[in-house]
């Protein structure tokens, strides 16, 4: 009893769950952090406006210590339309704090997080999250993300991976399906990334949000995916919402010695807290090798005893 239809996909026994989405459609707030490179925001921006077939959203753009004129001129170029507002956010960079405080000024039901280095290639993206984040034992839902030369970002998180955790198939080829099909089926994953990230703002604040004390920048999507799941609610990811990710495009890499020494106290958290998940993922068959890279043919090799 449903209201939903099953798909053909292409992979032979698997198929795809199209749900309907309620009617009305929800409203939801996307909230992008920046700082200056309007080149990047005003791809996201368009792809917002241009490229999604979704129309009941609010777009928050959370401005964190921006300096450049042009960013300036662009705002409030953009604030002209009314579903966009630009929110300021000082101070030192902390993606953890910025999605909580624009969580708090959102008006919608569902929060998209969204990096600002995002490109919309698929117009029923959100509709496609938004399915899903309003099924009642769904928690976030994360999307399939691409590098700009068509290799697979992410597709699910696997705890343990490098750690603490890694992304499923990280610079696989997009048509390829990873083992038995799951990089391209929808299906659970203990935890999906934020920079495409679904949820019901119910959810979110009942979770108490990200974790902007102890997880500033690394992580805290795994982390609160982990608590979102501790609290009772399945995460999902979804290979029918399709973006590009200029990964970290905008703040480059984290590896300055101060940066290096904040990400490796983030891991020690992770590692301490989360433990037992990290030991044994329960998103993930415990017979398979965590060894990122260890793969035949794209497919994660066996765990042998005197292997991890």
């Not at 700009?148 to 992410?154: G, I, K, N």
């Not at 099909?181 to 679904?198: D, E, P, Q």
């Not at 102890?214 to 919402?241: I, M, T």
Request: contains cysteine; charged residues 25%; glycine residues 8%.
């Amino acid at each position: 009893n449903l209201s939903a239809e099953v798909l053909e996909t292409g992979l032979g026994a698997y198929h795809r769950i199209r749900y309907d989405l309620p009617t009305p459609a929800p409203r939801v707030s996307v909230i992008i952090p920046t700082k200056d490179r309007t080149d990047l925001l005003s791809v996201c921006l368009n792809g917002l406006f241009e490229k999604t077939n979704y129309e009941n959203f609010e777009v928050l753009i959370v401005d964190n210590n921006s300096t450049d004129a042009k960013t300036f001129a662009y705002f409030k170029l953009i604030e002209k339309n009314e579903n966009v507002r630009v929110l300021k956010f000082p101070g030192e960079f902390n993606f953890a704090a910025i999605n909580n405080f624009a969580a708090s000024e959102a008006s919608g039901e569902i929060l998209i997080l969204l990096n600002n280095d995002i490109e919309v290639i698929d117009e029923g993206w959100i509709t496609e999250l938004v399915s899903h984040a309003c099924r009642p034992d769904v928690g976030a839902v994360g999307c399939r993300l691409y590098y700009p030369d068509d290799r697979v970002q992410h597709d699910g998180i696997i705890i343990g991976m490098g750690g603490v955790a890694g992304y499923a198939h990280p610079h696989s080829k997009r048509e390829d399906g990873g083992e038995f099909g799951r990089s391209k089926i929808i299906r659970n994953y203990s935890a999906v990334t934020a920079a495409a990230l679904a949820i019901k703002k119910s959810i979110y604040d009942e979770v108490g949000g990200l974790n902007a004390e102890c997880l500033a920048v690394a992580f805290n999507d795994v982390d609160f995916c982990l608590r979102v799941k501790e609290a009772g609610y399945q995460n999902v990811y979804s290979p029918f919402a399709e973006l590009y990710h200029h990964e970290s495009v905008s703040r480059g890499p984290d590896t300055d010695p101060m940066k290096a020494k904040r990400f490796e106290g983030e891991a020690l958290y992770m590692k301490d807290k989360w433990k037992t998940c990290i030991e044994n993922d329960p998103g993930y068959n415990a017979n398979l090798s965590l060894i990122e890279g260890y793969r035949i043919d794209l497919d994660r090799g066996l765990k042998w005893p005197w292997s991890d």
